[in-house]
């Protein structure tokens, strides 16, 4: 059976996106999807009538950037054009695998509730707006999307978690994307001494968004321990060991973590534990 993004469920459409190599084909279907008049009538946690082919690129990506072991990208001043536009291809392409990253949480998961699906939906959306927002903002300082050479940690992470939900919730919304919440105050002050406000404008609405994004890991997470019968902080502290996370790493953005949903009693044991 032929199918059109048009017919398919929530989980089948984030399939069909995830695939998708060229970026702007990409942020087109998720763009087209989401914004349907009946997208809220869809069937969120149906059945895959469609599965990934062997053949088919997962994440769908384009050939640039090269991927490098992050020890092995370079690093740059954004005092210099050049080092300035190598820290926005870095923030642009953290915000292309964040699109990867929402659409692989719908696809990949079954039988979760639907509120769960519309959730992740929400952000792949988001995230292609600040794609493109950061992409556009790279082409006006004269570069491309693909022109700097770029690391995979946070797909690697995915991979890690692709059979356990509860671990995806921690450590990649959780963990991974919090920390951009605590780095991106830093990284708008050096853009703003460097005279790119219209990156720390970007950065405004990112964080913005991405306190909604760490909310929604966060309120996961919490459902499914109490699904698995967990304890939440306790849990939260082997999965971090079990899958080798990114240590975290103060000073921490604490406002904005209260904001996404970090109990008193976390952050504390957060910066105990930094």
């Not at 995830?18 to 990409?26: D, G, Q, R, S, V």
């Not at 082409?139 to 671990?167: I, P, R």
């Not at 790493?249 to 534990?273: D, I, M, V, Y």
């Given at each position: 059976?032929?199918?059109?993004?048009?017919?398919?469920?929530?989980?089948?459409?984030?399939?069909?996106?995830?695939?998708?190599?060229?970026?702007?084909?990409?942020?087109?279907?998720?763009?087209?999807?989401?914004?349907?008049?009946?997208?809220?009538?869809?069937?969120?946690?149906?059945?895959?009538?469609?599965?990934?082919?062997?053949?088919?690129?997962?994440?769908?990506?384009?050939?640039?950037?090269?991927?490098?072991?992050?020890?092995?990208?370079?690093?740059?001043?954004?005092?210099?054009?050049?080092?300035?536009?190598?820290?926005?291809?870095?923030?642009?392409?953290?915000?292309?695998?964040?699109?990867?990253?929402?659409?692989?949480?719908?696809?990949?998961?079954?039988?979760?509730?639907?509120?769960?699906?519309?959730?992740?939906?929400?952000?792949?959306?988001?995230?292609?707006?600040?794609?493109?927002?950061?992409?556009?903002?790279?082409?006006?300082?004269?570069?491309?999307?693909?022109?700097?050479?770029?690391?995979?940690?946070?797909?690697?992470?995915?991979?890690?978690?692709?059979?356990?939900?509860?671990?995806?919730?921690?450590?990649?919304?959780?963990?991974?994307?919090?920390?951009?919440?605590?780095?991106?105050?830093?990284?708008?002050?050096?853009?703003?001494?460097v005279g790119d406000h219209n990156a720390v404008a970007i950065?405004?609405?990112?964080?913005?968004?991405?306190?909604?994004?760490?909310?929604?890991?966060?309120?996961?997470?919490?459902?499914?321990?109490?699904?698995?019968?967990?304890?939440?902080?306790?849990?939260?502290?082997?999965?971090?060991?079990?899958?080798?996370?990114?240590?975290?790493?103060?000073?921490?953005?604490?406002?904005?973590?209260?904001?996404?949903?970090?109990?008193?009693?976390?952050?504390?044991?957060?910066?105990?534990?930094?």
């Amino acid at each position: 059976m032929q199918h059109t993004i048009s017919s398919m469920n929530l989980r089948e459409a984030a399939l069909h996106a995830l695939c998708i190599c060229t970026p702007a084909e990409k942020s087109n279907a998720v763009i087209s999807y989401y914004t349907q008049t009946d997208f809220q009538q869809r069937v969120s946690g149906a059945e895959l009538s469609i599965t990934p082919s062997a053949s088919a690129p997962m994440p769908g990506r384009p050939d640039l950037p090269r991927l490098l072991p992050p020890k092995d990208v370079p690093r740059r001043s954004p005092n210099t054009p050049q080092g300035r536009a190598a820290l926005i291809h870095a923030l642009t392409h953290i915000e292309f695998n964040a699109i990867n990253l929402a659409l692989d949480a719908v696809w990949r998961f079954p039988d979760m509730p639907e509120p769960y699906y519309r959730d992740w939906w929400q952000v792949a959306y988001e995230e292609v707006l600040h794609f493109n927002l950061m992409r556009e903002h790279l082409e006006q300082l004269g570069y491309h999307y693909g022109d700097f050479d770029a690391h995979d940690g946070l797909w690697n992470m995915v991979e890690k978690t692709s059979t356990d939900l509860c671990a995806r919730m921690a450590l990649i919304p959780r963990t991974m994307e919090a920390r951009g919440l605590d780095v991106t105050p830093g990284i708008q002050e050096k853009l703003r001494q460097v005279g790119d406000h219209n990156a720390v404008a970007i950065l405004d609405i990112i964080i913005r968004d991405e306190i909604g994004h760490v909310t929604f890991g966060n309120r996961w997470y919490h459902w499914l321990c109490g699904q698995q019968g967990f304890d939440p902080q306790t849990h939260y502290a082997s999965l971090l060991e079990q899958y080798h996370a990114p240590r975290i790493k103060p000073p921490l953005n604490e406002a904005a973590r209260h904001k996404a949903g970090f109990t008193a009693q976390e952050l504390a044991a957060l910066n105990t534990s930094s």
